[in-house]
C-alpha cells in the first residue's frame, strides 16, 4: 500500500517545503522548541515544576496544606502512589525548590519533572513534519470520532496492551476491532460512567491534554502500536494513551514526555485493565515517580516493557533500566546488535529493530528503526503468551521470554565486548555488555505452559496435591474468560486442606458454578499455530525510509 494513498500532490509538496522551511529556521537560529502551555523546556527538566511524595502518615489534607504553606500549586495529583505534581512560585528555581522540600521532614522525596522522549535522527524530523502536517491542516479526526474503525474486538478476552506514546491514528483500518473500549463508559455524554474519574474514556486517555482523545500527532504511537498487533499476531486489544505534550517548531509540531505525565499514564493502564504496558520512549534521568508508578503496576500483575535507546551506549535509560520492566535493545537483519541500539547488564533482551515496516498515519504504512521498534515487537510476543495463559506473573512472563532467546555474538564488536564483559567479571563488577539474546517467538510461545499447568502447580504449591477433574476443568474456563485471576485460584486454595486431610472439600462449588453467566468457554487461539518472522516487515518490502526512534 502506498503511505499517501487518497493525499493530493499539493498536499505532500507543502509538507516537504515546510520541512525544508522548517530547517532553514533551524539554521538560522529562529525555531524555538516552546510547549503549548508551560514556556521553554530546560534540557533535562521542565522548569517550575516539581513532583513531590509525602511520607505516608501525611493526609491528602495535611498535604495540600504543606503546599500551600510552601507557595506551590497543584497541577495534578497522581493519587494512587500519593504523588503531586506541582508548580512552584516565580523566582525559586527548580533544584532550590526540590532542596528546600528534602529538608521537610514531612516530604519523603521531591525531584524534577524530567523530560523524556522518542529518539530521533535527522531524518526523522522531516518525517515528523510531514505526518504532522497531514494531521494539523487535515480536515478528519480533529474531535474523537468513536465510529468508523472503532468497534468491539472480536474476543474480549484478549489481554489489553497500554501503548503510552504519542497517542494512536485509531482510524488506520488495521487497528479495526483491535483498538480497546470501555464497555462501561457511554461515550460522548460528558459523564464519568464507570466511575473511573475519567470522563468519556471510550478508547484510552490523553494524560498530557486530560481529555478523552488519544490522537496521534506525530505518527509514532500508530508505528508502535501497529508492531504490537503483528507480533501478537492480532492476540491483543490495543489501549493508547497519549502521554506525549506537543512542541511548537516553527510551522509543525513534534512531541516530548515528562516523568509526571509518564508515571500518570502508568497509573491508568493499570487500574484499567491493561495486562501489558510498552514505553518505546526515555531518558537519562531516573525518577522515583516513574519507578513508584511501576511498581504500582508490577504489584497488579502487568508486564511491563521499554525500550533501552538508541545511543549506542551503556548508560542507563529510563524507563527500561527501572526494576520491574524488560529493557529491550535492538538488532538488525542479521541478528547483530544494531549500531544504534544501548548495550549493558541492564538490557534484557534484543528484538528487531532496523527498517521495521508497520503502521502509519492516514491509513499508510512506513519503515522506522529504532529501539522504540523492538520494544513493541517484545510487548506483543508478551501479548501472545498472556492470551495463551493468562494466568502468567510478570516474572514468568519475562522468564519465558529471556529464557528461550537465542544466543547472539554481542554485536558489531564482538571481540572487543567479550574482553571487556570478561574484565568487568574478573574485577567483581556486572558484565557490561550482558548475556541477553535475541527473542525468539516461536520457542517462546512453544515453552508457555498451559492454564491447566498452571493451576495443577498452584494446587500442589499451595494444598499438596493436584486439583480434581472438576476443580481443572471450572478454574480453567473462569481463567480463560476472564472470569478469574490467579489469586482468585489461589484464595480458593488456601481454604482447602492439605493433602491427607480427611475433610471432605467442595472442590466443584457447584452452586458458584450454576451462577456463572452462562459457564462461557472462551475461544482459545492456541489451536492454530502461531507463527513468527525473525524480522518484522509488514505490508511492503522495500524499505522506504531509515528512521529510528
Known sequence: MKRFQGRSRFDLSVAFITGFLFLVCLNLGFAQAEPENSGKLNENYVPAEILVRFQPEVTSGQAESIIEDYGCRVLKAIKPIKVYHLSIPEGIQVQEMVDILKKDSRVKYAEPNHILEPSSIFGDIVRRLVEMFK??????????DFGGNIQAPDNPNLPIVAVIDTGIDYNHPDFKGHIYINEDEIPGNGIDDDGN????????????????????????????????????????????????KTITWAFAKTSTFTDADVAAAIIYAADNGAKVINMSLGGTEHSETVQAAIDYAYEKGVVIIAAAGNDDTSRLHYPAAYEHVLSVGAVDGNGERADFSNYGYWVDIYAPGVDINS?????????????SMAAPYVAGIAAAIIAENPLLTPDEVYALIQENADSFSGGPRPFLEMVMDAVAQILGGDPLYGGAGIINPAATLAATPTVEETI????????????????????????????????????????????????????????DQENSPGNRERKRNSGNSISFSSQMRGPGSQRRQDRRF
Request: with cysteine; proline share 4%.
Open 135 to 144: 494531521t494539523r491542516f487535515s480536515d478528519e479526526n480533529q474531535t474523537p
Open 197 to 244: 474519574g475519567y470522563v468519556d474514556d471510550f478508547i484510552g486517555w490523553n494524560v498530557s491534554g486530560n481529555d478523552n482523545n488519544p490522537l496521534d500527532e506525530s505518527g509514532h504511537g500508530t508505528h508502535v502500536s501497529g508492531i504490537v498487533l503483528e507480533a501478537s499476531q492480532g492476540n491483543c486489544q490495543i489501549m493508547p494513551i497519549r502521554a506525549s
Open 359 to 371: 503502521t502509519c498515519m492516514a491509513g499508510g504504512y512506513c519503515d522506522m528503526s529504532g529501539t
Open 456 to 511: 495443577i502447580g498452584l494446587f500442589r504449591e499451595g494444598s499438596g496435591r493436584d486439583p480434581t477433574q472438576d476443580e481443572l476443568e471450572y478454574w480453567a474456563r473462569k481463567a480463560r474468560s476472564g472470569e478469574a485471576s490467579r489469586a482468585d485460584i489461589e484464595q480458593y486454595i488456601s481454604g482447602l486442606p492439605q493433602a491427607g486431610s480427611n475433610k471432605q472439600e467442595d472442590s466443584t462449588r457447584d452452586a
